[in-house]
């Protein structure tokens, strides 16, 4: 089996700047489970929660729906994210996405936006690879 290019593994940390929390269009895909949680953590039913914070994509997932600015719902600027023990999956494993590691242009690109991409701790090439396997995105590994 080929080795990955980021078989030395890949550093991040993150800074709470919030790029990768809004400023343009973006998809959070939320799990069933995962609504749940949000729901409780708002004191809400789970209904409720789903109306008023999520929207239903044309593949039948659901995703966070955004600000006007295209920051997440739950994101405030000078504050980070509000749900920050509950976030989705997908916001846990950032930038570990399958997308984003398949190449190394492609993370370099992304790296570019955001400050915590080659810095901090080096993640092993088999932390990369699992959060990348199980990114909570729609387009893990592709």
Known sequence: MKEPWYRKG????CTRCGHCCGGE?????????????LARRLEMDEAGFRRRYL?????GA??????????CV???????CTVYSDRPRQCRTWPFWGKIVKSR???E??????????????????EVESRALQDGTLGAMD
Do not use: Q
């Open 10 to 13: 890949l550093c991040f940390e």
């Open 105 to 107: 242009r492609d993370w």
């Open 109 to 126: 690109a992304t790296a570019r936006k955001c400050p915590g991409m080659n810095r901090g701790r080096r993640h092993s090439a088999a």
């Open 55 to 59: 929207r239903r994509l044309p593949n």
């Open 74 to 80: 739950f994101y405030r600027r000078g504050l980070g």
């Open 62 to 71: 659901y995703s966070l729906k955004e600000k006007e600015n295209y920051d």
């Open 25 to 37: 269009p973006g998809v959070v895909i939320v799990s069933h489970p995962e609504a749940a949680a």
